[in-house]
């Protein structure tokens, strides 16, 4: 096993023990707050498709948004977990107009029935949105997820604005100073918790669905 592998499992388990170990109130406290802020986006005020991942266990929660944003009318869409023709691992995206839908899929995750009339392509929309789940971000975007390599395959070629989640005791400083950072790994534009949202360096007005939200940008305390 390389050390990057075993750095990431070693901060993995240490992860999610930690996040598992909040309290149910204290995570209702924070995810609300998480929520609010995700509310107060310009992206998420103008977006035509928001992506999203529907929340489990000790995850920060997206129940409330997703309902909120379905009746608004929003497009929403939710992943499947799949391959291509070459075997590789990638997320297909299928509308969603009611989580009462969903039934447990890949690893557990709840997911869209797999009907081709829903199936999307988000590069068809002009400002598509994506909540991207993580056990950890940087200031720089950079995450560590549960390791299938999905949400990385997805982010390099997704063309609208990524956010991603996550409390404020699971952000860290360098995820590449963690040593646990790799060639194929790829940041999102914000990262929203419970106390901050930041515009990651990297995300320029160049890709579409940005415009809106170019000119917001609040600074974490300490970064994080």
């Known amino acids: 096993m390389s050390a990057s592998l075993d ?9 999610l023990a930690r996040r598992d170990g909040i309290g149910f109130a204290e995570r209702l406290r924070i995810d609300c707050a998480i929520t609010e802020r995700l509310r107060s986006l310009p992206e998420i ?11 489990i266990g ?13 009746g608004r009318g929003v497009q929403v869409a939710l992943p ?3 391959t291509d023709d070459q075997g ?11 989580l009462d839908t969903l039934m ?8 869209p029935p797999d009907t081709a009339s829903t199936h999307i392509e988000p590069s068809a929309y002009e400002h598509a949105v994506a909540i991207v789940p993580g056990l950890a971000y940087d200031v720089h975007g950079y995450r560590l997820g549960y390791g299938g390599g999905y949400y990385d395959r997805f982010l390099e070629r997704f063309q609208g604005c990524s956010i991603g989640v996550c409390r404020a005791s699971a952000c860290v400083a360098s995820l590449g100073q963690e040593g646990v950072l790799e060639p194929h790994d790829r940041p999102v534009d914000l990262v929203v918790t419970e106390r901050s ?7 320029t007005m160049g890709r579409r669905g940005r415009d809106a939200g170019a000119r917001l940008s ?5 970064r994080f």
């Open 80 to 82: 499947r977990c799949s």
């Open 197 to 203: 949202c930041v515009r990651c360096a990297h995300a």
């Open 58 to 70: 000790s995850e920060v929660a997206t129940h409330a948004l997703l309902v909120e944003m379905i």
């Open 104 to 111: 447990p899929g890949a690893f557990g995750i709840p997911e």
């Open 218 to 222: 609040e600074a974490w305390s300490d």
């Open 88 to 98: 590789e691992r990638l997320l297909r995206w299928h509308l969603v107009t009611s």
């Open 45 to 55: 005020a103008v977006c035509d498709l928001l992506l999203c991942y529907c929340s």
């Open 7 to 15: 750095n990431k499992r070693k901060l993995r388990k240490d992860l």
